[in-house]
């Protein structure tokens, strides 16, 4: 009987003394993300929460209640300065206005790391991310390729001035001179909005009897012209951004053409990574730029796993998808 | 109080009154609008364009119209937009998990219609200033969307909910039958029956209104709640017509239903306006981002065109107004 209790001891006590470890890790992250409402961020916060269990270290998820509110996140700031959590991960709701910010955080000597937008000022431990520019182009690449390098083309733009419809919108422009076949016939705003997208897209189809393809700078977008088409009875290839599940179940159907993906659970994940060997005095990659996926019917598969049961990328696997 | 007094004080509001004069004006607008759109655009005048213009302007009217009930009696709803994002949300669920689109209706409606009786007793119980109190509803539904949503999207609904949005019958959209209904109900409502004058004559003068036995808070429950309630409406519109539901989706409807209510001759002091003229009001709201995207203005000029026409509009209406006086 004593013999067995020691038997169960000392797996017992090895098992608490791994946990007090662990509890000795328990550093706080204070991951900041632009809005509630896109979902992207949502695959971030996963991706943050995932790494930082991971690592037996905790976060904390700084919101705007108000999307992409700058005041709001500005004010969050200076209750996390005052907070000092071990670290911050870092996505600025403006990539310029949040500059002073950013140096509010700098002052208080707390390590952060930038991830998603660029900011444009501030020290940081590293970037992770992607660049919309190269999203926005190898999803009109892919587009253009599947109507043989020729058609007319609608482009259905975001919010006008924010850094990545800018970005994305330039690189739809770029592949499409890539492509002399390729005619503009319009470049309207629908806001990343998919009722405005929906509207915009019913209207160019009356100035327009011949649409071939369209280019949506967010899913909520295409998915909006998709429902215009459908409506009209009308057929166009169209594509959009950001990888939503809502766009994964629209190109199983074969309703939307492709979704361009800069991977928002890798970036929760690597950003938190980052900011935790830095605390552990372990390496960590200065700038990680992810190189952007299209999503097509031909390798879905992956991005069709729940946000919960997917898994963060090593750090062996950070220098492969895109340090520099 | 008998009947007979009310009648003396208020007498039935005639349609050839003041209020028919702004709503010419404003319909005025309206057509020049469209004369000028039909010379630019060929397609312009096409009955698809025509079709599509009213669908489009309906969204809008919904929510816009029992919004002009509330700011008739001097009031404002800020948390329609946030209401239909709430509503929309609610019955995609209940549509979802129980497969019946009737009862998923019937809980967009409910759900509009209960914010707009809270907004309604904040005003009147707890005497809360309307502008306060519903700008309070808006955080609070965004904030009970966002949770519940917790950023995903709902979407994919059956076909035969879909028609309400998206169907047609004899050629024309559904949408624009439910315009004509609620177009027909709501003028009917304000100009012909008592209810609808004791709402004008609360506008007008709160004070006298109380005073000649209008049971003042009452009408006041009653206006936020069908502001409520057609803000319901609008998130079954919305749903069947985009075949999902999103948390952010109320951002983009309230301003443009407040715009519609004044571009549409409504006063903010209350007391003066139409449900008529809040329809004039979509359409043109409509009519100019519908132009703009017919002659593909660029995007950079779309917010700037669109806020000099509501500036435009609100001072011809002071204009009008002061030279019918």
């Known amino acids: 009987m004593k013999r067995t209790l020691g038997y169960l001891t000392l797996p017992l006590l090895m098992a608490a003394a791994f946990t007090t470890q662990a509890r000795a890790d328990g550093e706080t992250i204070a991951v900041f993300t632009k809005n509630q409402t896109n979902p992207f961020f949502q695959t971030v916060r996963v991706g943050a929460d995932n790494m930082a269990k991971t690592l037996n270290a905790k976060t904390l998820q700084y919101i705007p209640t108000k999307p992409d509110s700058i005041p709001e996140q500005l004010s969050q700031i200076e209750d996390v300065v005052v907070k000092k959590p071990s670290a911050i991960v870092f996505t600025p709701v403006d990539y310029k206005a949040m500059v002073p910010g950013v140096e509010k955080i700098n002052e208080a000597k707390i390590p952060v790391v930038n991830i998603t937008d660029r900011s444009a000022g501030g020290k940081f431990l590293s970037f992770v991310g992607a660049d919309d520019y190269s999203l926005g182009l190898e999803t009109a690449r892919f587009l253009l390729k599947t109507l043989g390098g020729k058609g007319n083309i609608v482009i259905i733009e975001g919010v006008k001035g924010s850094l990545t419809n800018v970005d994305r919108v330039r690189g739809f422009n770029d592949a499409l001179k890539e492509n002399a076949g390729a005619k503009l016939l319009a470049s ?40 215009a088409l459908d409506g009209a009875n009308r ?3 169209v594509i959009g951004i950001n990888g939503t599940k809502e766009a994964i179940d629209a190109i199983k159907s074969g309703k939307l053409l492709a979704s361009g993906d800069y991977n928002g659970f890798a970036q929760g994940c690597l950003g938190t990574m980052m900011a935790i060997r830095a605390l552990r005095n372990q390496p960590v990659i200065a700038e990680i730029v992810l190189k952007p996926t299209v999503i097509t019917k031909d390798n879905y598969q992956p991005f069709d796993v729940p946000l919960e049961q997917r898994t963060c990328p090593t750090f062996e696997d950070a220098s492969k998808l895109g340090a520099k | 109080m008998t009947d007979i007094t009310k009648e003396t004080i208020m007498p039935p509001r005639s349609f050839l009154s003041q209020d028919a004069i702004q709503v010419f004006y404003r319909l005025l607008a309206a057509l020049l609008i469209c004369a000028v759109l039909a010379v630019l655009s060929d397609s312009f005048l096409s009955l698809g364009n025509i079709l599509n213009v009213l669908r489009q302007a309906s969204l ?62 904040m005003v009147t119980a707890l005497r809360i200033p309307s502008f306060i109190a519903t700008y309070g509803m808006l955080w609070v539904l965004n904030g009970l969307t966002y949770w519940y949503m917790a950023g995903e999207t709902l979407h994919g609904f059956p076909a035969g909910f879909r028609q309400i949005g998206s169907g047609y019958l004899f050629g024309l959209p559904i949408p624009v039958y439910l315009l004509l209904v609620f177009l027909g109900i709501g003028t009917f409502f304000a100009q012909r029956t008592i209810w609808g004058q004791e709402i004008y004559a609360i506008g007008a003068n709160p004070v006298a209104a109380r005073l000649s036995g209008i049971p003042v808070a009452r009408r006041l429950l009653l206006v936020y709640t069908v502001s409520g309630i057609m803000a319901g409406l609008a998130s079954i519109i919305f749903l069947s017509r985009l075949n999902s539901a999103e948390a952010d989706i109320g951002e983009s409807l309230t301003l443009p239903a407040i715009a519609a209510v004044l571009i549409g001759g409504t006063s903010l002091f209350g007391g003066v306006g139409t449900v008529f003229g809040t329809f004039i009001g979509a359409l043109i709201l409509t009519l100019v981002l519908n132009g703009m995207n017919l002659l593909s203005v660029s995007a950079n000029w779309q917010p700037l065109v669109t806020g000099i026409i509501v500036i435009l509009a609100v001072w011809l209406d002071m204009k009008t107004r002061r030279r019918a006086q």
């Open chain 1, 188 to 227: 309207q705003p629908g806001n990343y909005q998919r009722l405005q997208a929906l509207q915009v897209m019913e209207n160019l189809m009356q100035s327009n009897s011949q649409i071939d393809g369209v280019l949506a700078a967010n899913d909520a977008m295409a998915v909006g012209a998709i429902e």
């Open chain 2, 60 to 121: 809008t009217f919904f929510i816009a119209s029992g919004l002009t009930l509330v700011v008739l009696t001097a009031g404002l709803d800020l948390s329609v937009g946030a209401n239909v994002a709430l509503s929309a949300c609610i019955a995609g669920t209940v549509i979802h998990k129980t497969g019946s689109p009737a009862l998923g209706i019937l809980t967009g409606l409910a759900c509009g219609g209960i914010v707009g009786l809270l907004n309604g007793v």
């Open chain 1, 235 to 237: 057929k166009a290839q």
